[in-house]
């Protein structure tokens, strides 16, 4: 599923999580073998795992991801995922306090985004799950999710340290997803069930199929989060981005849907730089994130602007 180091075995588990492992597979301690920290990943903590001879990944929720991720939704986007076949790595997600254990599966390598079957295939996923007419209560929302990393960052003084400092319009990117959000608004699409966290890492390849995991952002929202959440996560320049919105449109796309998920990588590109800033904020900075990010904001964001100008 993922890259482990062996190096860091740990000997003593939380019992905790221990106990999370025994009561849901319905084994004994000592049918579980050892914990293996996994290095991917930007927010939770993940471990590889195994129980009477089957391999598992157990992964415990960030402190700071509490009040965020609404972990009900997950579970219940999780349930619909096994159902339409997008997830079969999934056995079980608790949705009071948000550990998830899942099967471990062996990759047959990482999600290229320049193979065009890749693209393909994610593209179908995603496209699956937006017209299945399928239907959560909550979920995670762009702009509330994320608007709580926003105050410290407006505080006297805030910007001009770390990274922080490295961006003098902080405010004209902050007024300019204020402005898209509106614009996007205004196209007057309908909310659908999204995955929400939908690039690479999460985009298992197994030979010739795939599985789409990590559903903590999922919710009902607008395609477009998808979209740009995809591209972001990409080394794409403009021109392949268009390519992979003709890819789920299955079509060239019109140009209100042309400026509809450009706008979108804008404002996914701005909140996932706002977190990164605020990472930055407490000392553990996501590094060169920080600065992809915001390029993706701020350039797709302008051509968005002039999109819907004319």
Same mark, same amino acid.
């Given at each position: 599923m993922t890259t482990t180091d062996p190096q860091q075995t740990i000997t003593a588990v939380d019992p905790g999580i221990l106990d999370n492992v025994c009561r849901t597979l319905q084994v004994t301690p000592e049918e579980v073998g050892p914990f293996v920290p996994m290095l991917d990943g930007m927010?939770?903590?993940?471990?590889?795992?195994?129980?009477?001879?089957?391999?598992?990944?157990?992964?415990? #929720? /960030?402190? +700071?991801?509490?009040?965020?991720? +609404?972990?009900?939704? $997950? /579970?219940?986007?999780e349930l619909i995922a096994v159902e339409l076949g997008l997830d079969t790595t999934v056995v079980h997600v608790d949705p009071d306090h948000g550990w998830k254990i899942s099967r471990f599966v062996e990759v047959s390598g990482p999600f290229d985004y320049h193979?065009?079957?890749?693209?393909?295939?994610? *593209?179908?996923?995603?496209?699956?799950?937006?017209?299945?007419?399928?239907?959560?209560?909550?979920?995670?929302?762009?702009?509330?999710?994320?608007?709580?990393?926003? #105050?410290?960052?407006?505080? #006297?003084?805030? *910007?001009?340290a770390g990274q922080r400092a490295d961006f003098p319009d902080f405010d004209l990117m902050r007024e300019m997803a204020a402005t898209l959000?509106?614009?996007?608004?205004?196209?007057?699409?309908?909310?659908?069930?999204?995955?929400?966290? !939908?690039?690479g890492l999460n985009i298992l390849v197994q030979g010739d199929r795939m599985d789409l995991i990590d559903w903590e952002y999922s919710g009902m929202s607008d395609y477009g989060y998808d979209m740009g =959440?995809?591209?972001?996560?990409?080394?794409?320049? !403009?021109?392949?981005?268009?390519?992979?919105?003709?890819?789920?449109?299955?079509?060239? #796309? =019109?140009? $209100?849907?042309?400026? &509809?998920?450009? /706008?979108?990588?804008?404002?996914?590109?701005? &909140? %996932? %730089?706002? %977190?990164?800033?605020?990472?930055?904020?407490?000392?553990?900075?996501?590094? +060169?994130?920080?600065?992809?990010w915001y390029e993706f904001a701020k350039e797709y964001g302008l051509r968005a602007l002039k999109m819907y100008e004319s």
């Open positions: 927010t939770n903590t993940t471990y590889r795992f195994s129980a009477r001879d089957q391999e598992y990944v157990y992964r415990d #929720p /960030a402190p +700071d991801t509490k009040g965020v991720i +609404d972990r009900r939704s $997950e /579970a219940e986007a193979n065009p079957e890749h693209v393909a295939e994610a *593209m179908r996923l995603v496209r699956k799950l937006h017209t299945s007419g399928s239907t959560i209560r909550g979920g995670f929302d762009f702009f509330e999710g994320y608007g709580q990393y926003l #105050p410290p960052l407006l505080q #006297p003084g805030a *910007m001009e959000k509106k614009l996007t608004e205004a196209d007057g699409i309908g909310k659908i069930l999204c995955h929400g966290d !939908f690039f =959440t995809f591209i972001i996560g990409s080394d794409y320049n !403009f021109d392949q981005s268009v390519e992979a919105f003709a890819v789920y449109f299955q079509d060239t #796309p =019109t140009p $209100e849907q042309l400026r &509809h998920c450009v /706008a979108h990588v804008s404002i996914v590109g701005y &909140h %996932w %730089w706002i %977190w990164a800033l605020y990472k930055d904020s407490i000392g553990t900075p996501p590094g +060169d994130y920080t600065y992809l």
